[in-house]
């Protein structure tokens, strides 16, 4: 079909106004590239903060009875740690990641609501701000789950415990308002012929994501507002001697608590799916389900909530339904690893440091899935929870799906953002050093949990090998730390020295790559149309037929932009 | 070989032995793993498989497939079907760890001695008779109380702090409660743990068939002194723990009753309005 070519726009924006730039910029800017960045940037300071915590404690814990901290101390140090690394770390990662990428790979110029956008970052900064400000005076100390009664005003009088709360509502917000603007974004601002089954599936990830945050943080709202409440204005919701009670907490906390490890995991799952096709040299094996089993995954993690509270006073049939309902999220999870494993099947995979970093989380996510399968058995769960064994557990979820793809993430598009690759040896180390340090820290933590140690203890009884196990996971805590600094120095290093990075450096599949890098401040002069959910592939095989003189195919679905712009 | 293999799989598997109860949750764990290792072994290896076997070499050419709908279906299917196992292993499993057992016919007698209420949440042994011990968290100890109030309005029980004490051989019924904040109940080797909530009960149980100490503590934040926040149970012959018990009968009705002379003679110099019940 041949169908005159629209005219291109002969002038683009980023040549009539000249690009801000300043400090002033940065804090003014409603680009949602910049607001990325900011996003990245400063979630990752939370990241070192969340690390340092989580070293002070391991230091603690390598001999049984140590004295390096106060028990009080140690109870702030696990608040903090955890509070941080879900709340400032990864939750808002994923969002700066979103914020940076979505627009560029659907093909539009910037979100919805840009102005919106830049009041969620400024949101999520005061939040932290205000919570780390604690430091100077209490900081919390009822852990990041702040359960009551001890997060009460008898039991926790100080200011910390408000200082959390503060964080809870101002990151709660600013995660709604930015998945709102995501989810409009998402839903209104794709490029033409982008159908939603030509959706880039780490786009469906974060659609999923946003439609999570909107449905799950109302609740934890909620919650800390009725804990705000009994605090200071003498209302009684949680509180049992005055017909209120403790056990609401838990379901209140844990209907978004659940929810929640959905929206840290699933944006990760994204980034695997768009990473591993790329360096395998093949389509996603199994598009379809992939997207089906996102949404599956998030429907099904409304239902599970209650297997954190299988020893609280709960009935038996609650504890069935959660039993089953948390097997079968297993089946949705189990698919995808399935999918990527097919994915490099017969592919011809380049060794490059983001698919290493995604191929690790796989590995490490996969152990975090096959100990949540003793968790969600009730019976079992009874032995242990509250142990060691859900540290181990969690760590291996978290890390695996959401850690390593972020720093997959972050070789990725680093030459998207900067214009420079990062440096592969380095990249290469930093695996090396995070994926040994996550195993010597966390494989033993199971068995220390069999063993009977309970978590958010600062001393323990050296019964059996309790303090080898402690000694070996010290040291690869502090693996993991030598692995994250390196990436720091790598990223140092190459923001100057890196080799320049052309547009599209891993001949990858999404339009992030049709434009330059960085990209411009209106992103596109023109936006191609999508004809698969492989557009830049698409592109890149068009403009080798016309370089190698063939006559086009049809008419000129490819914008003639497509071959100055793109390749 | 035996001997090294099932120190490997003690390495591996919670902590049992103490009581029948636990000793359940264990065979389920290992049935567990044992599924679970080998799925472990399936998907990590043809992980490693498929990045060894297809890494880019030259002449290599990726295979342009998108998906194959029967090996989807079917490993999806084949997910389900394991996971059902699980379910029902876990049913089949699941009266013998939440039902007490009867009291062996070398328990202790008292056990019975007063009448128990089963409800829906609370679980009694067939014949209705078990050695009932309310547990009390409290920051940062745990008080036991024992049946045996010598007053009417239930007062006078014996209790213990820190240590319970307990016959072997007869099944004795956990009513756990707290005082203050969340606590949560737990001796590894006699099952599994209860939150102790303020405002509600959690109950469990457990039967010891070899006399001596199992130690377990308190496993759910409860302030900053939560890591010593220990427990243990000592597991005594029948007679002994009827000596234990009346024993301490006795020191509590003599402390009583010197209680009640040192209070008369306080009223006498003072005027009664000024005596608190102590």
């Known amino acids: ?567 | 070989m035996g001997q090294l293999s099932s120190a490997a799989l003690a390495f591996f598997t919670p902590q049992s032995g103490g009581s029948p109860n636990a000793n359940h949750i264990d065979s389920l764990y290992k049935i567990t793993l044992y599924i679970a290792l080998v799925v472990f072994v399936l998907v990590e290896g043809g992980l490693l498989y498929a990045l060894v076997r297809f890494r880019a070499r030259k002449g290599a050419v990726a295979a342009q497939i998108r998906g194959n709908t029967r090996l989807e279906l079917g490993w999806t299917i084949g997910a389900a079907v394991i996971l059902i196992a699980l379910a029902v292993l876990t049913f089949a499993k699941l009266s013998s760890i939440e039902n007490p057992s009867n009291s062996s016919a070398a328990g202790d007698q008292l056990a019975g001695g007063e009448r128990l209420y089963a409800s829906i949440d609370r679980k009694l042994p067939p014949n209705g008779k078990a050695l009932s011990i309310n547990v009390i968290g409290r920051q940062y100890i745990w008080q036991f109380v024992y049946p045996g109030a010598s007053e009417p309005d239930g007062l006078g029980a014996p209790y213990s702090y820190e240590q319970m004490v307990v016959p072997t051989e007869t099944t004795v019924t956990l009513d756990i409660v707290s005082d203050d904040v969340l606590h949560s109940w737990w001796i590894p080797a006699l099952g599994g743990k209860f939150q102790a909530l303020p405002g509600y009960h959690s109950y469990t149980w457990f039967k010891i068939k070899k006399p001596g100490i199992y130690r377990g503590q308190c496993a759910i934040l409860c302030g900053r002194s939560h890591a010593r926040m220990i427990a243990t149970v000592k597991a005594v012959p029948p007679a002994q723990f009827d000596a234990w018990l009346a024993y301490q009968k006795k020191l509590l009705s003599e402390a009583n009753a010197q209680a009640k002379v040192a209070r008369a003679k306080l009223s006498a110099q003072t005027g009664a309005g000024q005596v608190e019940n102590p």
Not at chain 1, 437 to 449: A, D, K, P, W
């Open chain 1, 1 to 567: 079909m041949a169908t005159a070519v629209a005219p291109l726009p002969q002038v683009s924006a980023d040549r009539i106004a000249p690009e801000a730039r300043g400090w002033t910029s940065w804090i003014t800017t409603t680009d949602h590239k910049r607001i990325g960045v900011l996003y990245m940037v400063t979630t990752f300071v939370f990241f070192c903060l969340g690390g340092v915590e989580a070293l002070m404690m391991r230091l603690q814990l390598g001999t049984p009875d140590n004295t390096l901290v106060a028990p009080v101390i140690y109870n702030q140090l696990f608040t903090m740690h955890g509070t941080t690394m879900v709340f400032l770390f990864v939750v808002p990662m994923m969002a700066g990641l979103a914020n940076y990428f979505v627009p560029l790979m659907i093909g539009a110029r910037d979100v919805a609501f840009p102005r919106l956008n830049a009041l969620s970052y400024w949101l999520l900064l005061t939040g932290g701000i205000v919570f780390y400000a604690s430091l100077f005076f209490n900081p919390p100390e009822a852990g990041w789950t702040s359960v009551v009664p001890l997060a009460s005003s008898t039991y926790s009088p100080s200011g910390g415990e408000d200082a959390w709360i503060y964080l809870i509502h101002l990151t709660g917000l600013s995660s709604i308002l930015g998945a709102i603007n995501l989810y409009v974004t998402i839903a209104n601002m794709r490029a033409r012929g982008m159908s939603w089954g030509r959706l880039p599936l780490f786009v469906w990830a974060i659609l999923t994501y946003s439609v999570l945050i909107i449905l799950a943080i109302p609740v934890i709202a909620a919650a800390v507002t009725m804990l705000l409440t009994d605090r200071h204005f003498g209302t009684h919701f949680f509180d049992a001697a005055n017909g209120g009670s403790a056990l609401l907490w838990q379901h209140l906390f844990w209907f978004f608590g659940h929810p929640e490890v959905y929206i840290m995991v699933l944006p990760g799952f994204g980034l695997i799916s768009e990473i591993v096709p790329v360096f395998a040299r093949k389509p996603i094996f199994g598009y379809k389900a992939i997207a089906a089993a996102t949404v599956a995954i998030a429907f099904l993690g409304f239902l599970t909530w209650a297997h954190h509270m299988f020893t609280a006073p709960v009935p038996e049939a609650i504890l069935i339904f959660v039993m089953l309902s948390s097997f079968l999220i297993a089946v949705p999870t189990g698919v995808k690893v399935l999918n990527w494993i097919a994915t490099l099947w017969r592919g011809t995979v380049e060794f490059k440091t983001p698919l290493i970093f995604c191929v690790g989380g796989i590995a490490l996510f996969v152990i975090g899935g096959l100990s949540g399968v003793f968790l969600a058995t009730f019976p079992i769960d009874w032995q242990v929870n509250e142990t060691y064994f859900v540290v181990a557990h969690l760590h291996f979820v978290l890390i695996g799906g959401s850690v390593f793809t972020v720093f997959a993430a972050i070789y990725y598009w680093f030459p998207k953002i900067t214009g420079r690759m990062l440096n592969e040896s380095l990249g290469k180390l930093s695996f090396a050093l995070m994926f040994i340090g996550v195993l010597c820290t966390f494989l033993l933590q199971h068995v220390m949990g069999l063993d009977g140690m309970p978590r958010r203890v600062y001393e323990y009884d050296p019964v059996g090998h309790l303090q080898l196990y402690n000694v070996i996971s010290t040291v690869g805590s502090f693996l993991i730390g030598a692995g994250v600094l390196v990436t720091i120095l790598n990223v140092a290093r190459s923001i100057s020295h890196g080799v320049t990075a052309g547009p599209d450096p891993w001949k990858a599949n999404t339009l992030e790559w049709f434009t330059t890098s960085p990209p411009p401040a209106n992103n596109f002069d023109v936006v191609p149309q999508v004809r698969s959910a492989e557009p830049m592939k698409d592109i890149r095989r068009e403009v080798e037929r016309r370089s190698s003189g063939a006559p086009s195919r049809g008419g000129s679905t490819v914008p003639t932009g497509a071959t100055q712009i793109g390749i």
